[in-house]
């Protein structure tokens, strides 16, 4: 991949050089990216008087069927065909073979309220499943329902410990090579030049362009480019949100480890036992605008269903920990066939080689 970015301050040019795949939605892409421009008729150069945009409605979906290995997946990839977006989801397994998942979804293209669309993914769900769906029923769901399904705002202790523990972090396997960070204050008299040459992973552009977003950081003009299929180099011409370099040594520092922390493990993964059991777990930081990265529950089913391992039940929540919002990713897997078991070192690296690759 190759980006140039280029701004005056008011209006944005961004190139991109992309590989697609063979399932490579061009047209959807190209839909998302004009949803996340401004419109030519909302840019102004005064904003206070734009609104905020209206939070989509959030609905629960109710599926229960009867159980089989890799189902999670199937449905998961069926919603996230359909464009709806999983922000919560509780599934339990009963002792008759029978799963009852919950999701908590929004629709991107706004009208899962109609019948027609909730039609569509019924029939969507059911050539998936087939004739085992016993209950697939939609509902919006209000702000008193969210608020009786959150989690609880903590964590177990040996769960923050395994996971956010800096000292423990040192020996984690589960990472990224450091990537090599500079910043030249010299070159430019109004930008100071961010220089990074980092591992290429899944998502490494949206992994800085969210932390400088979190830092209230802007980009008058960047290059990235790729070196085969291993390292990305990116020249980055940045200043604050009042028009002025970084001149605080503690800013830049501190800019600095947040980038070498986020582009070496974008992610956590661990897994721990709970009793004769193993729970799978995976964090994802939450940006300070209370977005998440996408499709993270999507991988980590595809990687449980590539190594054939029977999920027993899986829920998301987002908690507080060291004065940062995560996401959290917990599931707990189903060893009650010892011939199929996997390893949890196996488990752990496939779930991980998912999300970064």
């Known amino acids: 991949m190759i980006e140039d970015v280029s701004t005056d301050g008011k209006w944005c040019y961004i190139v991109l050089w992309v590989v697609g795949r063979a399932n490579t939605r061009w047209g959807l892409l190209k839909k998302r990216l004009m949803e996340a421009c ?49 922000k919560k989801v509780k599934v339990s397994t009963t002792p008759d073979g029978k799963v009852m998942d919950l999701f908590f979804i929004t629709d991107t293209r706004g009208v899962l309220h109609t019948n027609k669309r909730k039609e569509d993914v019924y029939d969507h769900l059911k050539a998936v499943v087939g004739d085992t769906i016993i209950i697939c029923d939609i ?56 220089q990074i040459v980092s591992q290429n992973h899944k ?15 802007q980009i008058s003009y960047g290059r990235v480019t790729t070196k085969g299929k291993t390292e990305c180099e990116m020249d980055l011409f940045i200043m604050q949100a009042d028009g002025k370099k970084i001149v605080d040594p503690s800013k830049q520092k501190a800019l600095r480890s947040r980038l070498e922390m986020e582009l070496s493990r974008p992610l956590r993964v661990s897994l721990i036992s709970r009793g004769p059991d193993t729970e799978l777990l995976v964090a994802n930081p939450v940006e300070l605008s209370g977005k998440g990265r996408p499709l993270v529950f999507y991988d980590i089913t595809l990687a449980l269903k590539m190594l054939d391992t029977p999920i027993f039940s899986a829920k998301i929540g987002r908690y507080l920990i060291g004065g940062r919002e995560w996401e959290i990713y917990r599931v707990l897997l189903d060893e009650s066939d010892a011939l199929t078991s996997v390893s949890k070192k196996k488990i752990g690296e496939t779930v991980w080689q998912m999300l970064m690759s």
């Open 139 to 194: 509902e919006i769901v209000g702000p008193e329902v969210m608020t009786c399904s959150q989690e609880p705002s903590f964590l177990p202790l040996a769960i923050t410990e395994d996971m956010f523990n800096i000292e423990m972090l040192e020996d984690d396997r589960l990472a990224l090579k450091c990537p090599c960070i500079t910043m030249d204050n010299l070159l430019s008299p109004s930008h100071n030049l961010l």
């Open 203 to 217: 998502g490494l552009l949206y992994d800085v362009m969210r932390t400088l977003k979190d830092f209230n950081i």
């Open 38 to 86: 401004p419109s030519c008729s909302g840019i102004s150069y005064y904003w206070p008087e734009l609104q905020p945009a209206k939070p989509p409605d959030v609905f629960i979906l109710k599926f229960c069927c009867l159980d089989r290995k890799g189902l999670l997946h199937d449905v998961t990839e069926v919603l996230c065909q359909l464009e709806l977006t999983i």
